[in-house]
């Protein structure tokens, strides 16, 4: 189990850029695959961005590709969502999460979440 915080999250306006940090508690932060996802009201959560644990392979929703990129740090236990080119679309609230041992877009794989962070991008 670890615990996540995110952090990074703000008001920017449509064509700018945000960073979304997520640090890990744990020590066993390598053995986890990372996701992304968001909500926005009166929506469903939606898978954003994944990488691996180990190799570190990203893939992204189709609607993000090609403007988020998502890292990792496996030193600092961090794992991060540069946002590009945002678009009104992209407001919702941001969420990191951790599936030990587990790459999957699928929400339901992922066992510990963070708080969120709110994301809103002005036209």
């Known amino acids: 189990q670890v615990q996540l915080v995110e952090s990074g999250g703000g008001l920017v306006q449509a064509g700018g850029s945000l960073r979304l940090s997520c640090v890990a508690s744990?020590?066993?932060?390598?053995?986890?695959?990372m996701g992304w996802f968001r909500q926005a009201p009166g929506k469903e959560r939606e898978f954003v961005a994944r990488?691996?644990?180990?190799?570190?392979?990203?893939s992204y929703a189709d609607s993000v590709k090609g403007r988020f990129t998502i890292s990792r740090d496996n030193a600092k236990n961090t794992v991060y969502l540069q946002m590009n080119s945002l678009k009104p679309e992209d407001t919702a609230v941001y969420y990191c999460?951790?599936?030990?041992?587990?790459?999957?877009?699928?929400?339901?794989?992922?066992?510990?979440w963070g708080q969120g962070t709110q994301v809103t991008v002005s036209s």
């Open positions: 990488i691996f644990s180990t190799t570190g392979s990203p």
């Open positions: 744990g020590r066993t932060f390598m053995s986890y695959g």
């Open positions: 999460a951790a599936a030990y041992q587990t790459y999957s877009t699928d929400s339901r794989y992922y066992t510990d």
